[in-house]
C-alpha cells in the first residue's frame, strides 16, 4: 500500500514538475533569444525593409489601437449581458439557450471568428482592412471571458445589499448600477484584463481582418499589424531571427504582466470588498 | 391614539404552504409595536408584508389588506417606491454597503433626488446623531462602513433608514447579531425614535419585547395568538398558549 502511494506521488510530481519546466523552458527560450535585442531603437523606431530593420513602434501602437477598441466594445455589451442573465432573466429554456451559445462562442476557433470578420466587417460592411474591424471582431470573440466573469462577481454580491438598497425606496435599475455593479469592480476588471490578454495575443482573427500595414495607424479605418501578426509575418518569410525573437519576446512579457495583474486584482482584492 | 397600520384578514401564501392566516392587526402610531413567537411562526414574514419585500421572493401570494393611513398598499396604484420611503427596514444582520459611512447614508436621499451638498450634509449629521454615532463617526466619515464593528455597522444601517424621513421603521431582529452593549444601545435608541416614529420590532427575545414596546404580538404557526399592551401580554396573558411561551416553557 505505501509503496503504491509512493509511486503514485512520484507521478504525479514529476508531471507538475513537466508541465513547469515547460513552461519555463519556453519562456526562456524566447527571453534569452529575444531580450539582448530589445533596445531603445528596437522599441521607438518605425519598422524598415518590412521590419528586416529598425524597430517596431508602429507596431505597438496598432497593437494597443485594436486591443482597446476591442475592450471598449466588449465591456458594456458584456457587462449587460451579465446582468441581464444574473438580475433579471429568469432561470428557464431560453436563458439556458443563451448561456449554451455563449459557451460555444468561447470555444470556437479564433480563425473563425476572423473569417466572419473578414466576411462581414471587412467585405459586406465595408470597412476594410482597419483598425475597427479587427477591434470589433475581437470585441465578439472576447465577449464570452468577460460575461463570465462579470456574472461569476454578480452572483456573490449579497442579497442582503439588495435588500438594503430596494428598503430605502430604490429602484431595481438604480440597485444595480448604483450598489451590485460597483460591488462587482474587481470581477469586471479582472474579466477585462483576461480579455486583453487573449486580444493581444491573437493572430489569425486579426490578419484577417486588421491587415498588415506597417505605417502608423492614423485613423480607425487604417490598416495596421499587431505583434503577433507581425510575429508570424517575420518568421515565415524569415526576415529577420533577431527581430522575431525580440517581438516575441516583448509580447510574452506583456502578455506575462497582463495575467500577474490579473491575478493579483482577483485574488489580493478580492471580490466584494468594494472599498 | 392614531392608527397607522390596519390589516385585515391577511393571508399569505408560499407557493402551496400558508404562511400566514388570518391576521388582523393594528398598529398605532409612535408607539413600538414587538412581534414575539418561535422561530418560523410567521413573524418575520408578517413584517416583510408591511414594506411589500416579500415582492422580491417569487410564488408569493397574498390575500387580505393592509393599510397605511386608510390606504391599501396592496392596491395596483399603490407607489411601491414611495411606501418603502415612508417604511423603513432595519435587517437582522447589519448590512451596510460597501462604500464610504457618508455615502452609505445618502444614498437614499440621492436616489429620492437630493442633490444640494449642504443637504446632503446636515441629512449626515443630523442622522448620526440620531442614533448615538456621531462622535465615534465624525472623523471618518470618509472610510469604508465595513471598517466599523457589527454595532456600529447596525446603528448605521439605522441611520441610513432615517435618512430617507420614513414615518415607520421595521426592524427584523435588529440586535440578534450583537453583543449586548451594542444591544442596549439600540434598545435605548429605540425610545427616543419614538418621538418621531413608529417602530415594529421583530424579537426572538422576550426581555427585549418587555422593555423596549408598548404592544406586543404573539405569533404562533402563522396565526396571531394574541395581541395586546405589552404589560397585559407579559402579566396576564388570556391564552395559555401566550402564557407558555413567556415563561419558556417552549420556543
New interface residues.
Given amino acids: 500500500m505505501k509503496i503504491k502511494n509512493i509511486i503514485f506521488y512520484a507521478i504525479l510530481g514529476i508531471l507538475a514538475l513537466l508541465t513547469l519546466a515547460t513552461l519555463i523552458l519556453i519562456v526562456g527560450y524566447l527571453l534569452i533569444n529575444g531580450l539582448p535585442h530589445i533596445n531603445m531603437e528596437f522599441l521607438t523606431q518605425d519598422p524598415k525593409m518590412m521590419g528586416k530593420e529598425g524597430g517596431i513602434f508602429t507596431i505597438i501602437v496598432g497593437t494597443i489601437y485594436v486591443t482597446l477598441v476591442a475592450i471598449i466594445i466588449s465591456t458594456p455589451i458584456g457587462i449587460a449581458a451579465a446582468v441581464y442573465y444574473t438580475e433579471y432573466a429568469k432561470e428557464g429554456i431560453i436563458v439556458q439557450i443563451i448561456r449554451f451559445f455563449t459557451e460555444i462562442l468561447a470555444g470556437i476557433p479564433s480563425v473563425i471568428f476572423g473569417l466572419f470578420g473578414f466576411a462581414f466587417f471587412v467585405v459586406f460592411l465595408g470597412m476594410g482592412w482597419s483598425v475597427i474591424s479587427g477591434g470589433l471582431t475581437l470585441a465578439i470573440m472576447i465577449l464570452p471571458t468577460l460575461i463570465r466573469a462579470t456574472e461569476e462577481s454578480l452572483k456573490t454580491v449579497?442579497m442582503?445589499?439588495?435588500?438594503?438598497?430596494?428598503?430605502?425606496?430604490?429602484?431595481k435599475w438604480?440597485t444595480i448600477v448604483?450598489?451590485i455593479i460597483?460591488?462587482c469592480k474587481n470581477g469586471i476588471l479582472t474579466g477585462m484584463i483576461l480579455g486583453i490578454g487573449r486580444a493581444i495575443g491573437e493572430t489569425a482573427a486579426v490578419m484577417l481582418t486588421v491587415g498588415g500595414a506597417l505605417k502608423l495607424p492614423t485613423s480607425l479605418f487604417d490598416s495596421t499589424r499587431t505583434m503577433s501578426v507581425h510575429l508570424y509575418m517575420l518568421s515565415s518569410e524569415g526576415l529577420s531571427q533577431e527581430k522575431t525573437f525580440a517581438t516575441g519576446a516583448l509580447l510574452i512579457i506583456i502578455v506575462l504582466i497582463i495575467n500577474t495583474t490579473a491575478n493579483f486584482i482577483s485574488s489580493r482584492l478580492g471580490g466584494?470588498?468594494?472599498? | 391614539m392614531e392608527t397607522k397600520f390596519k390589516i385585515k384578514n391577511l393571508n399569505l401564501y408560499y407557493g402551496n404552504f400558508q404562511a400566514l392566516m388570518n391576521i388582523d392587526m393594528e398598529i398605532y402610531e409612535n408607539k413600538i409595536t414587538a412581534l414575539i413567537g418561535p422561530s418560523g411562526c410567521g413573524k418575520s414574514t408578517f413584517l416583510r408584508t408591511l414594506n411589500r419585500m416579500n415582492d422580491l421572493i417569487p410564488n408569493v401570494s397574498i390575500e387580505g389588506t393592509i393599510k397605511l393611513d386608510n390606504k391599501d398598499i396592496y392596491n395596483k396604484d399603490y407607489d411601491l417606491i414611495e411606501l418603502r420611503k415612508r417604511v423603513g427596514m432595519v435587517f437582522q444582520k447589519p448590512n451596510p454597503f460597501p462604500k464610504t459611512i457618508y455615502d452609505n447614508i445618502v444614498y437614499g436621499p440621492k436616489i429620492h433626488g437630493v442633490k444640494d451638498k449642504e443637504k446632503l450634509d446636515y441629512i449626515v449629521e443630523r442622522t448620526l446623531k440620531e442614533v448615538a454615532l456621531w462622535d465615534e463617526t465624525k472623523d471618518r466619515l470618509h472610510k469604508s462602513a465595513l471598517g466599523l464593528s457589527g454595532g456600529q455597522q447596525q446603528r448605521l444601517c439605522i441611520a441610513r433608514c432615517l435618512a430617507v424621513e420614513p414615518e415607520v421603521i421595521l426592524m427584523d431582529e435588529p440586535t440578534s447579531a450583537l453583543d449586548p452593549v451594542s444591544t442596549s444601545k439600540i434598545e435605548g435608541l429605540l425610545e427616543e425614535l419614538t418621538e418621531k416614529y413608529t417602530i415594529v420590532i421583530v424579537t426572538h427575545n422576550m426581555q427585549q419585547a418587555g422593555r423596549v414596546s408598548d404592544y406586543t404580538s404573539f405569533f404562533l404557526n402563522g396565526k396571531v395568538i394574541e395581541n395586546d399592551k405589552t404589560e397585559v401580554i407579559f402579566s396576564n396573558p388570556k391564552d395559555k398558549k401566550t402564557e407558555d411561551y413567556i415563561t419558556g416553557r417552549f420556543g
Fill in positions: 449579497p442582503s445589499y439588495r435588500e438594503g438598497s430596494l428598503s430605502l425606496g430604490a429602484t438604480q448604483k450598489v460597483p460591488c466584494n470588498n468594494g472599498n
